[in-house]
């Protein structure tokens, strides 16, 4: 059984920050699960690019409020609580947030290690064994 509490996650090297948004990287490849789970703070006012061309993910709104707006169609969507959206065509998007901090819980396939940042496409890599 795995048992983690967010406070033991903050200021360590599971916590990945970047202008735009923090994410507490929760459970990761290494543990196993076959996903990995996240906790990410999007910063008010800020935008980020985003297009998982390597990864789907589920993301459940807990907290405040933002947008998300579709590359492909320009289709956007409010968020805040309750809010679920889910990326299940590698969908390139961007994630804005709103006049507060917007907490979501993320589920990504396949998992991240933990280090990932977006590239200037906005995409996770892959981890060099899988890429291969």
């Avoid at 906790?39 to 061309?53: D, L, N």
């Amino acid at each position: 059984m795995i048992v983690r509490n967010m406070k033991d996650i903050v200021g360590t090297d599971n916590e990945v920050s970047t202008d735009t948004w923090t994410s507490r990287r929760v459970l990761l490849k290494q543990d196993g699960m076959g996903f990995s789970f996240h906790e990410t703070i999007i910063f008010p006012g800020t935008e980020t690019h985003i297009w998982y061309k390597n990864h789907v993910e589920a993301v459940f709104c807990i907290e405040g409020d933002g947008e998300i707006e579709t590359v492909a169609d320009g289709k956007k969507y409010a968020l805040g609580p309750g809010v679920v959206y889910a990326l299940n065509d590698n969908d390139e998007h961007y994630l804005r947030g709103g006049k507060e901090p917007l907490r979501v819980i993320c589920v990504f396939n396949p998992p991240l290690t933990g280090k990932e940042v977006h590239d200037a496409d906005g995409v996770y890599p892959l981890p060099e064994a899988e890429a291969a």
